[in-house]
């Protein structure tokens, strides 16, 4: 089969509905190469770059509530920056560029479920209300 790793995607076909920041971005820890005391970063096996995490909550209505809080990794050198937070608004609406998932089977569930990773996190676009994607064109 040609389809081998990461499949690129869109922002909206993982959130059609936006997404929330609901948590900080941390650096994600290499399980393998750290020790009692000593940290290690995660590096994306690809491309080498540092991998990082935060958690959004996706704005689609129909989820369970177990459902909507998902991990998203970043590839980036530096720890990236979260946009500013919207006034009037309880969290802060966030985009994803450079998005891939890859499918595997979760070993808890024995369900397939998806790794999301992305290359960069950035507001949410002029002219785009946050959590109306479709509404964009």
């Known amino acids: 089969m040609a389809l081998q ?14 997404c929330y920041l609901v948590g900080e971005v941390e650096a994600v820890k290499d399980f393998d190469a750290s020790t009692n005391g000593r940290f290690v970063q995660a ?5 080498g770059e540092l991998v990082w995490q935060v958690a959004v909550m996706d704005a689609d209505p129909t989820l369970k509530p ?8 970043i590839l980036a050198a530096v720890q990236p920056v979260p946009p500013a937070p919207v ?7 966030v985009e994803f560029d450079g998005v891939t998932v890859t499918p595997y089977v979760n070993s808890n569930t024995n369900r397939l479920a998806y790794s999301i990773r992305v290359r960069e996190m950035r507001a949410v676009r002029t002219g785009k209300a946050a ?3 479709k509404d964009a064109a």
Do not use: E, L, N, W
């Not at 790793?5 to 936006?18: E, N, S, W």
């Open 66 to 73: 177990s459902q909507k809080t998902v991990a998203v990794k």
């Open 43 to 47: 590096r994306d096996k690809q491309t």
């Open 131 to 133: 959590g109306s994607a």
């Open 87 to 93: 006034p009037g608004v309880p969290f802060t609406p």
């Open 5 to 18: 790793g990461p499949i690129p995607v869109t922002f909206d076909m993982v959130f059609p509905h936006g």
